[in-house]
C-alpha cells in the first residue's frame, strides 16, 4: 500500500536518527516555525527522531535576543541552538560557536549561504537552514495578455508595466495586485526587489537618480494596480477571488491560492531593472551559542538538521525549502511544486542581484522599514515629487543608521561603521 510522504518522511528520519546521539534534551530556541500549527509540525515531524530529544520552543524577535544577550553575558544558559534569519544570527556573531568541525560530506550546501554563514569571518558561525523568498503569481488567464516577445521567466519592469496595462484594459478593471495594506510586506519590496534592481542599492543609493527612476516605475506601475491593495495582506486571497490576475507577495502568503486551485496559476520571478533582477531571499540558519550547556550535544542536533531528510521534512512544516540538494518527493504540495522552481529561476538568472533583509539594526528594525513605507506612501498614494521626499527620508534614514552604527550588508558594498547614505 502506497504511505503518504509524512510516514515516507518520517520513517526516514527514524532510521537517520540511529546516526546522532545526544546525552541530554536539547532547547532549540527559535524565531522561525512561530505560528501553533508549525511549531507543533516541528516537534512532532521534525525533530521527534533525534535522539537525546529536543524541546522546541518559539519566540518573538525580541524576547529572543533579550535572552540570548543574558545567557552569553552569564556565560552560562540552557539554550543549546538557536534558529533565526540572517540579521539577527549576525547580532551575536561574536556569541557564537565554530562549526566548521561539523561534517556535510555528502551534503551539498548553498556555497553564497555557507559564505553569509561565516558572518565576515573565518568560522562558521552558523549554517543555513532553510530559506524562503518572495515570487510573482498570476492567474492562467493573465498570459495571454503577456507584452509579445516578453519571457515570464525573465520579465523587466517594463515588461511588468505593459502587461498590467494590457490586462486593464482588455478586461476592464486594473488586475495587478500589491500586498499595501498595514500588515502587507510592501516595504521589502521596495528594499529588496524595486530599489536594488534599479540602483543596485538599499541603502547607500537611496536617493540616487536611478532609486528616482525605480520610484516613477511603481508609479506606473500604480496606474493599472487594483485600487484595493492598499487592504491586502495575503495576495492569495484576491487571486482566489478573482479580484486580482498578477500579484507579488512572499511565497507563504501565495501558498493557498496553488494549494486550492493548482492549475489555475503559475509562478515566476520578479522583474529586473537596469542594475539586475533584485531579489530578497529569506535564509535561516542553525547556530550554537558559546554558553551552550552541552556543545557536542547542540552539534548533533545542528548536524541532524542539515540531514536530507531533515530538510524535506522541515519543507513539509514550514513552506520553508532546503538550502541543501535533498530530493524533494514527488506528491509535495502543489504550491511547493509551483514556487519552488520559480524560486530557483531566479536566485540562478544571470541577472540575479540578492539584497539581504537588514542587518545589524537591532530594535530600530521597525523604523528602517517605515522609512520604506513613508516613501511609499508619500510618492505613490500622495503624488508627492519623488525627488525632494528622496532627499527628506534619505535624511532619517541617514540618522537610523549611524544610530544604529549598522554596516552596510547586500546588495551595497561592506563599510567600515553606519552604511553611508549619499
Known amino acids: 500500500m502506497r504511505r503518504s510522504i509524512t510516514a515516507i518522511v518520517s520513517a526516514a528520519l527514524a532510521i537517520a536518527a540511529t546516526t546522532f546521539s545526544a546525552q541530554a534534551q536539547v532547547l532549540f530556541w527559535s524565531t522561525q516555525a512561530a505560528p501553533v500549527e508549525e511549531t507543533q509540525k516541528m516537534r512532532e515531524q521534525v525533530l521527534a ?46 556569541s557564537l560557536v565554530d562549526l566548521s568541525d561539523i561534517d556535510l560530506s555528502g551534503i551539498a550546501v548553498s556555497e553564497a549561504f555557507l559564505e553569509l554563514g561565516k558572518l565576515g569571518t573565518d568560522e562558521q558561525k552558523y549554517l543555513p537552514w532553510m530559506q524562503a523568498n518572495y515570487v510573482m503569481a ?22 511588468l508595466i505593459a502587461w498590467s496595462k494590457a490586462l486593464a484594459e482588455g478586461t476592464g478593471s486594473p488586475k495587478f495586485g500589491f500586498p499595501a ?11 529588496g526587489f524595486l530599489i536594488p534592481s534599479y540602483a543596485g542599492s538599499t541603502v547607500t543609493k537611496f536617493r540616487s537618480a ?22 491586502y495582506a495575503f495576495m492569495q486571497e484576491p487571486l482566489l477571488a478573482g479580484d486580482v490576475w498578477v500579484a507579488f507577495d512572499h511565497i507563504a502568503r501565495l501558498a493557498d491560492a496553488f494549494n486550492q486551485r493548482p492549475d489555475d496559476f503559475v509562478a515566476f520571478p520578479a ?17 550554537v551559542p558559546v554558553s551552550a550547556p552541552d556543545q557536542e550535544a547542540s552539534k548533533a542536533l545542528v548536524t541532524y538538521m542539515m540531514q536530507p531528510e531533515t530538510q524535506v521534512a522541515t519543507l513539509l512544516a514550514t ?17 511547493a511544486r509551483a514556487l519552488g522552481p520559480a524560486i530557483t529561476a531566479m536566485t540562478t538568472s544571470s541577472d540575479a542581484l540578492p539584497a539581504l533583509l537588514p542587518v ?12 520604506y513605507t513613508d516613501t511609499f506612501e508619500r510618492i505613490v498614494l500622495g503624488n508627492q515629487p519623488v525627488r525632494q521626499v528622496l532627499d527628506q527620508q534619505a535624511e532619517t534614514l541617514r540618522g537610523l543608521m549611524q544610530q544604529a552604527n549598522a554596516p552596510c550588508w547586500l546588495p551595497d558594498a561592506a563599510s567600515e561603521g553606519a552604511c553611508p547614505v549619499d
Do not use: C
Open 49 to 94: 527522531g533525534f535522539e537525546g530529544g529536543v524541546d522546541y520552543q518559539a519566540s518573538e524577535t525580541g524576547p529572543f535576543l533579550t535572552r540570548i544577550a543574558a545567557e552569553t553575558q552569564a556565560g552560562s544558559g540552557q539554550i543549546g541552538v538557536i534558529g533565526a534569519l540572517h540579521g539577527d544570527l549576525s547580532t551575536y556573531g561574536d
Open 138 to 159: 498570476a492567474n492562467k488567464q493573465a498570459l495571454e495578455y503577456l507584452p509579445a516577445g516578453a519571457d515570464i521567466n525573465a520579465l523587466s519592469y517594463d515588461d
Open 181 to 191: 495594506g498595514p500588515q502587507g510586506l510592501k516595504h521589502r519590496f521596495f528594499q
Open 319 to 335: 513552506n520553508f525549502y532546503p538550502v541543501t540538494d535533498a530530493a524533494l518527493p514527488a506528491e509535495l504540495p502543489a504550491s
Open 210 to 231: 536611478e532609486a528616482e527612476q525605480g520610484w516613477e516605475k511603481f508609479k506606473e506601475l500604480w496606474q493599472y494596480t487594483n485600487p484595493a491593495s492598499t487592504n
Open 271 to 287: 522583474p529586473a531593472g537596469p542594475a539586475g533582477r533584485g531579489f530578497m531571499p529569506v535564509l535561516a540558519g542553525v547556530a
Open 360 to 371: 545589524g539594526l537591532g530594535d530600530l528594525g521597525g523604523q528602517f522599514n517605515q522609512v
